[in-house]
């Protein structure tokens, strides 16, 4: 897998990252700094394992709070921002990180085949929401890539488009957003409550 440009896989700012959950896991987090949300593990991340955010989009989380969680139902919704460092980022908007994806990708597909085994599907709708397929290609670059002895990625940056058309022939969907998922805590310099607005 290819490793040029790494100089640009290092973001060079800070975003802003919301988190839908509890009200009660807001006011813990607020009231603890050594405190941390818990990264999701499963099977059908999109992003592969890591800690969630909708990047610069409070209004987003909260939403997923109150309605889009399909895990489990959360009985008090609420939103906390987080200051982000990405630091060595996989970010799915830049040719370097699409590269290095898809060639994770084939060399995961010529293992299975190898192996006599499917491959994983991405399912759930024409926004593919449950991302087994996608999962498992994230979780195979960070595998490649510790057993090559490169660096380990941080956070991974992905565009998502979501929802139906905006407007009737329109490219742009109704709940496109940028996802961060965080790998390496050391990336969240702060927790804070979003100013509603």
Known sequence: MSNSWHLYKSQPSFVLGFHGTESSTVNALLSDPSKHLKQSTGKLEWLGHGI????????????????GNPKSKIKEPDAIGAILDLKLCLDLTTR??????AEAYSLMAKSYKELGIQLPVNAGGSDK????L???????????????????????RAPFREDTELYPGAGFHRRTHVQVAVRNLDCIKGYFRPIPG
């Open 129 to 132: 929401l449950k991302r087994e």
């Open 134 to 156: 996608d999962c498992q290609v994230i979780m195979a670059v960070h595998k490649y890539r510790e057993d090559n002895g490169l660096p380990a990625y941080d956070s991974i």
């Open 52 to 67: 969630y955010f909708w990047e610069n989009d409070p209004l987003r989380a909260y939403e997923w709070a109150a309605d």
């Open 96 to 101: 370097s990180g699409l590269t290095e994806v």
